[in-house]
Structure formats: C-alpha cells, structure tokens
C-alpha cells in the first residue's frame, strides 16, 4: 500500500523556496543536505508524524548530473510551488509493477545515515504531470519526519487537481491508503492544507 510521506516544493534558488514557505507558514525550515546524484539541495520540516515538506532546488555549486534532474528541475521556473507528492511503501517493486509506465525505475540513494530507493524517470518526468505520487522506499528505520523538530505544523488534507481525475483514481485504486489525499478534476495542481500555530493556511 501506499501512504503520503512528503510534499515537494520546487523553487529557483533553495533560498527563494525556504523565504516562501517562512512567508506562509510561519517557521524556519532545516536545512536538508545534497543530492550529488541529481544535483540538488534541500530543506525540510515537519508536518506531523512521519510527514514532511521539502523545499528542492538545483544546487549551483553541484555539478551538473548525466541525467535529468528529477521534478522537472531542469526547466522550473517562477515562484516556487508544489510540484509533486511523495509516497512511501514497503515493497518498491511490487508498487511499480502497478504504476503508470512512466513512473520511472528504482534508484540507490543516501544521505548522512538515511538511505532509501526512490522510483525516478530517467527523463525527469512525472506521471499525470505530477499529480500521480512519486514513490519512496526508506531502507532506514528512522524515519526523517521522527528527526526534525515538530514546529505545532500538520498535513490536514491534500487536494490533487488533474483533468483527467477519473483514470487518476483508476491508477491509484487500491494502491492509496491515506484519508488525507483528495483527487479532483480540474488543471493540474496541488493544493495542501497545513494547521500551524497561526490557525489553518494553504500551500499550492
């Protein structure tokens, strides 16, 4: 099965995206880590147990990687905003023997003590032009949302837009287990809605 794990913000510079999330949920974020396989940065925070959002960017000081970035990195551009959402599950193969073709094939990946196998298309794209769930297998026991520090944020409901909203929830059918995630027509987009300690905002 399937349960939201995190939402990923893209912006144009890391600093952009962490001065965008300060703006409107009211924290500091913490600082992430690299990607040296992407040629990104990070930064996170929590969103209740065992969720979080992170904000990505290309890292400049990177060099630039063979392949696409993922999210679509490569050819972001404006104010930052969610892009994709991000699934975890035990079993990586088993979700990709059910997932679109395009959702991309596993890849190793680490940083500090974390390690994880994540589903990336080698051309950097996303199914449903990201409203179909990126895929995550954490291969550490901790889990990153359990190390950051809990900041009174928390997921309560995510919507995710797409015109084709019916072969969505096909493709998710008995895949998604989580009450939180909504699926409703319309052009693309995802629309999260955080309690913080300044009362209920939204991140889109």
Not at 75 to 94: I, K, M, N, Q, Y
Not at 116 to 132: I, S
Not at 135 to 146: C, G, K, Q, S, V
Request: charged letters at 25%.
């Amino acid at each position: 099965m399937l349960v939201l794990d995190h939402l990923v913000i893209a912006a144009e510079t890391l600093e952009a995206g962490i001065a965008h999330v300060s703006d409107r949920l009211g924290v500091e974020m913490t600082p992430g880590g690299k990607h040296p396989a992407m040629g990104t940065h990070n930064a996170l925070v929590a969103l209740g147990p065992g969720t979080y959002l992170e904000v990505i960017a290309v890292d400049p000081a990177a060099p630039s990687p063979e392949a696409p970035r993922w999210f679509r990195l490569d050819r972001f551009s404006g104010p930052p905003r969610l892009v994709s959402w991000v699934c975890r599950t035990d079993d990586l193969d088993e979700m990709l023997r059910h997932a679109p073709p395009d959702a991309g094939r596993p890849l190793p990946l680490a940083r500090g003590d974390l390690a994880w196998r994540m589903a990336v298309n080698p051309l950097g794209e996303m199914p449903f032009d990201g409203a179909y769930p990126m895929l995550i297998e954490w291969e550490t026991a901790r889990h990153p949302a359990d190390e950051l520090p809990h900041l009174g944020l928390e997921l309560q409901r995510l919507e995710v837009r797409h015109p084709d909203a019916g072969a969505l929830r096909v493709a998710l059918d008995g895949l998604l287990s989580d009450p939180r995630v909504e699926i409703a027509m319309g052009p693309f987009a995802l629309v999260a809605e955080i309690e913080t300690p300044r009362g209920t905002r939204s991140l889109t």
